[in-house]
């Protein structure tokens, strides 16, 4: 348990569909952050947010929305999605951009049909 | 930030230390070496880092060469629950880092009873 939890574990949607995931973290964080992982990648970073300001869009789709409401919460809103976008996507946090320490939740499995 | 080379993978029998080589020749003075492990299908972990001087804690050592152009990470009596991908990334610490954690393709460390 790392203070960071993640739901849905698992998500189907289809290309049309409208879907969030959602992240919350107990920590008292100041930076929370979107990961991708795909099938044989490594993980690549999607979204910084650090006191509640996005610091860094790492060239991520418009289909993809972060939103961050406060320090404790982060939510990705899906739009259109592509079957290869199918990914598990982790969100982690940390004490603010600067701190190397990361916290990482268990990640949302996405199947995109 | 520093690019890292790892061996792709390593076997260690349980109960043996299981010493993680990585290289990172081109490390500038003010980049740190961080470790994390990635149990299948989860998040990842952070386990430990280091500027210059070795480290332990609970989990695991970091040896740094003198020169810093490479690292060892040593779990020093690893089980089957130790096998893991295990990720070295070298990265600047303070108030202008973007938040960033490059993660590679790690070593794939399986443990063998």
């Known amino acids: 348990e790392t203070g960071v939890t993640q739901t849905p574990r698992h998500l189907v949607m289809g290309m049309t569909n409208k879907k969030s995931l959602k992240c919350e973290q107990h920590l008292g964080h100041n930076a929370m952050y979107w990961y991708k992982q795909s099938a044989k990648k490594p993980l690549e970073l999607m979204f910084v947010y650090n006191f509640k300001e996005q610091t860094e869009n790492n060239s991520v789709p418009s289909r993809f929305s972060p939103e961050c409401p406060n320090s404790s919460h982060l939510f990705l809103h899906l739009h259109t999605l592509q079957p290869e976008d199918s990914a598990l996507y982790l969100c982690a946090s940390s004490q603010d951009r600067s701190a190397g320490t990361q916290y990482f939740g268990p990640g949302t499995r996405l199947l995109v049909l | 930030d520093a690019k890292t080379t790892q061996p792709p993978s390593m076997d260690c029998a349980e109960g043996r230390a299981a010493n993680l080589p990585c290289n990172h020749s081109?490390?500038?003075?003010?980049?740190?070496v961080y470790w994390y492990r990635q149990i299948h299908s989860q998040g990842p972990q952070y386990i430990i880092h280091g500027l210059k001087n070795n480290e332990t804690n609970e989990m695991a050592s970091l040896i740094i060469t003198e020169d810093r152009k490479s690292s060892t990470l040593i779990l020093p009596h690893a089980t089957l629950r130790d096998t893991a991908v295990y990720y070295c990334?070298?990265?600047?610490?303070?108030?202008?880092?973007?938040?960033?954690?490059?993660f590679g393709q790690g070593t794939t460390l399986q443990v063998k009873p």
């Open positions: 081109t490390i500038s003075g003010n980049e740190y």
């Open positions: 990334i070298v990265r600047v610490y303070g108030s202008s880092n973007t938040g960033k954690l490059i």
